[in-house]
C-alpha cells in the first residue's frame, strides 16, 4: 500500500516541523509527503529547505484548508491518503497500524484511530478522547449523522478509489470532515475499519476554528442542509435530518448555542442507558426518537453526544 500524507498548512511553521518530523518517524515510512503551503507568510517556505528531498512542497494563493486538501489531493500518487493538519502529531506507529487495518479489510472506505489531545506546548491534557456514540457498523450512516465520532482528518487512512468515487472536499463547509465521512458512510452496508489505539496526538489552541461554538452550530446546519438535500423526500434519513433541523434552528443576531458541554442531566441520561444496558438499543432507534428521549431528561438539544 502506498501512503500520502497530505498536509495543508497555513502561516504555522513551527507546529509544521513538529507534524513533519512525526511524520518521518513513522515505523511504517509513508510513500510520499505533500505539503500544501495556502498562502503563508510566515516563512513556511525556507523553513521546508531542510527537507529537499523527503517532501513534495507546493505553494498556492490562499483559498482555505479544502481547497489545499483538494491541491494536495490532486498532486499526491499514492492510493490511499491520511491528511495531516499542520498542528497535529502522528503516533510512531500510526500508519502501519492504520495500513494492517485497512488492508485487512480492503473493501471498507477508510480506517480510523483514536486522538490524544495535547495543548499548544505539547503536553497531553487528555490520554484517550472517546467520543460517545461511536459506530455501530450496522448503522454507520446514522451513527455518524448524530454525532462526529472520527476526531480528525489525522486519524484516518483513505482509500483513493473511495475519495474518487464521492468526489471532493466541499470548499464552502466549514465541517468538511463529517461531511466526508458522512459521503463514504452512504452506500449500504459501508463499514468503516477502527484501530482501538491513539494513532494522533490532537493540538487544540486558540487558533482552533472548531473551538467557537458559533461556527460549529451554524457549521453543522449547513452540514444537515446539504445531507437533507441528498436524500429523497419521505426517506427515513431525510427524516431524520429534518428532525435535527428541527431542534437546530437558526441563531437569532447575538444568540449563542447553549448546551455544547455535558450537562448533569445529560450525564443522568447516559448513566441510566448504561446502567440498564440500553446503550446500544438507544444507538439503534432513529435519531428522532433519542432526541425526544433527551427531551424528556431535559438534555438540551446541541449537547454533545
Same mark, same amino acid.
Given at each position: 500500500?502506498?501512503?500520502?500524507?497530505?498536509?495543508?498548512?497555513?502561516?504555522?511553521?513551527?507546529?509544521?516541523?513538529?507534524?513533519?518530523?512525526?511524520?518521518?518517524?513513522?515505523?511504517?515510512?509513508?510513500?510520499?509527503?505533500?505539503?500544501?503551503?495556502?498562502?503563508?507568510?510566515?516563512?513556511?517556505?525556507?523553513?521546508?529547505?531542510?527537507?529537499?528531498?523527503?517532501?513534495?512542497?507546493?505553494?498556492?494563493?490562499?483559498?482555505?484548508?479544502?481547497?489545499?486538501?483538494?491541491?494536495?489531493?490532486?498532486?499526491?500518487? #499514492?492510493?490511499?491518503? !491520511? %491528511? $495531516?493538519?499542520?498542528? @497535529?502529531?502522528?503516533? +510512531?506507529?500510526?500508519?502501519?497500524?492504520?495500513?494492517?487495518?485497512?488492508?485487512?479489510?480492503?473493501?471498507?472506505?477508510?480506517?480510523?484511530?483514536?486522538?490524544?489531545?495535547?495543548?499548544?506546548?505539547?503536553?497531553?491534557?487528555?490520554?484517550?478522547?472517546?467520543?460517545?456514540?461511536?459506530?455501530?457498523?450496522?448503522?454507520?450512516?446514522?451513527?455518524?449523522?448524530?454525532?462526529?465520532?472520527?476526531?480528525?482528518?489525522?486519524?484516518?487512512?483513505?482509500?483513493?478509489?473511495?475519495?474518487?468515487?464521492?468526489?471532493?472536499?466541499?470548499?464552502?463547509?466549514?465541517?468538511?470532515?463529517?461531511?466526508?465521512?458522512?459521503?463514504?458512510?452512504?452506500?449500504?452496508?459501508?463499514?468503516?475499519?477502527?484501530?482501538?489505539?491513539?494513532?494522533?496526538?490532537?493540538?487544540?489552541?486558540?487558533?482552533?476554528?472548531?473551538?467557537?461554538?458559533?461556527?460549529?452550530?451554524? #457549521?453543522?446546519?449547513? !452540514? %444537515? $442542509?446539504?445531507?437533507? @438535500?441528498?436524500?429523497? +423526500?419521505?426517506?427515513?434519513?431525510?427524516?431524520?435530518?429534518?428532525?435535527?433541523?428541527?431542534?437546530?434552528?437558526?441563531?437569532?443576531?447575538?444568540?449563542?448555542?447553549?448546551?455544547?458541554?455535558?450537562?448533569?442531566?445529560?450525564?443522568?441520561?447516559?448513566?441510566?442507558?448504561?446502567?440498564?444496558?440500553?446503550?446500544?438499543?438507544?444507538?439503534?432507534?432513529?435519531?428522532?426518537?433519542?432526541?425526544?428521549?433527551?427531551?424528556?431528561?431535559?438534555?438540551?438539544?446541541?449537547?454533545?453526544?
Amino acid at each position: 500500500m502506498k501512503i500520502s500524507v497530505i498536509i495543508p498548512t497555513y502561516n504555522r511553521k513551527d507546529f509544521l516541523i513538529a507534524a513533519l518530523d512525526s511524520v518521518f518517524a513513522q515505523t511504517l515510512p509513508a510513500h510520499e509527503v505533500v505539503v500544501i503551503d495556502d498562502g503563508s507568510t510566515d516563512g513556511t517556505g525556507e523553513a521546508l529547505a531542510k527537507y529537499p528531498h523527503r517532501l513534495l512542497y507546493h505553494y498556492k494563493e490562499n483559498g482555505g484548508q479544502n481547497r489545499a486538501r483538494n491541491v494536495g489531493q490532486k498532486l499526491a500518487s #499514492g492510493d490511499s491518503f !491520511l %491528511f $495531516l493538519d499542520s498542528d @497535529d502529531l502522528l503516533f +510512531p506507529d500510526a500508519l502501519a497500524k492504520l495500513s494492517a487495518a485497512l488492508m485487512q479489510y480492503p473493501e471498507a472506505p477508510l480506517a480510523y484511530g483514536r486522538a490524544q489531545i495535547i495543548d499548544r506546548a505539547g503536553n497531553v491534557t487528555n490520554p484517550l478522547w472517546k467520543p460517545a456514540n461511536e459506530s455501530e457498523q450496522d448503522y454507520l450512516w446514522e451513527s455518524l449523522m448524530s454525532v462526529n465520532f472520527i476526531r480528525s482528518t489525522g486519524v484516518a487512512l483513505i482509500h483513493r478509489s473511495a475519495l474518487d468515487a464521492v468526489g471532493e472536499w466541499d470548499e464552502g463547509l466549514k465541517i468538511e470532515d463529517w461531511d466526508l465521512w458522512l459521503r463514504l458512510a452512504e452506500p449500504p452496508g459501508t463499514r468503516f475499519v477502527r484501530v482501538p489505539d491513539p494513532v494522533l496526538q490532537y493540538r487544540i489552541h486558540g487558533d482552533n476554528s472548531s473551538q467557537d461554538e458559533i461556527i460549529m452550530y451554524n #457549521g453543522g446546519r449547513q !452540514l %444537515f $442542509l446539504k445531507h437533507r @438535500d441528498r436524500h429523497v +423526500p419521505g426517506s427515513p434519513r431525510r427524516t431524520a435530518i429534518e428532525e435535527f433541523l428541527k431542534l437546530h434552528p437558526p441563531l437569532a443576531p447575538g444568540q449563542s448555542p447553549s448546551g455544547t458541554l455535558i450537562s448533569p442531566r445529560h450525564r443522568l441520561l447516559r448513566a441510566f442507558l448504561e446502567g440498564a444496558g440500553l446503550s446500544s438499543l438507544y444507538r439503534r432507534l432513529p435519531i428522532g426518537a433519542r432526541m425526544r428521549l433527551r427531551g424528556w431528561f431535559g438534555v438540551k438539544p446541541w449537547a454533545r453526544g
